[in-house]
């Protein structure tokens, strides 16, 4: 019964060793004087500015969870184009629906503005954003 197991255990071996073995070498080889410039964050070889605990915008979540979704859908388009033939109408009532719930959610975010990188109208808005809800010309009064 357990020698049909020894196959996996042999395989689970072999990757706790590849884990294993790199990581010690690394620790063996790597050297031991840290330095402030080694210590430091690179960033494409500019110097840093202020933390890294930066509060982003929400609107690079919604747009990238927004392409994530979509594009993930997109991936169900490759094995339909391929069965087509196959299953003729059907198939393609079936990319028809799909397509049309596909074109639902998009209307749905567009009406409500979530792919608009910069909204129009910022309640109580405050900083770099108080402009956006006041009119061009309102705003060049208040700045004199």
Not at 125 to 140: C, H, M, Q, T, V
Request: glycine fraction near 6%; include cysteine.
């Amino acid at each position: 019964m357990y020698n049909d197991f020894g196959t996996s255990f042999i395989f689970v071996i072999i990757g706790i060793f590849l884990i294993v073995v790199p990581l010690f070498l690394q620790w063996i080889l790597s050297p031991k004087n840290k330095t402030y410039d080694k210590l430091t964050t690179y960033e494409c070889g500019e110097d840093v500015e202020g933390p890294a605990w930066v509060k982003f915008n929400i609107r690079f979540y919604v747009i990238a969870l927004i392409f994530i979704i979509f594009e993930v859908e997109a991936v169900f388009f490759f094995p339909w184009a391929v069965v087509y033939k196959e299953l003729g109408l059907f198939a393609f009532v079936e990319m028809l629906i799909f397509m049309s719930i596909l074109g639902l959610g998009l209307a749905y975010v567009w009406v409500k503005g979530d792919l608009e990188w910069v909204k129009v109208s910022v309640p109580y808005g405050r900083g770099r954003y108080r402009k956006l809800n006041i009119a061009e010309d309102e705003y060049e009064k208040t700045e004199k």
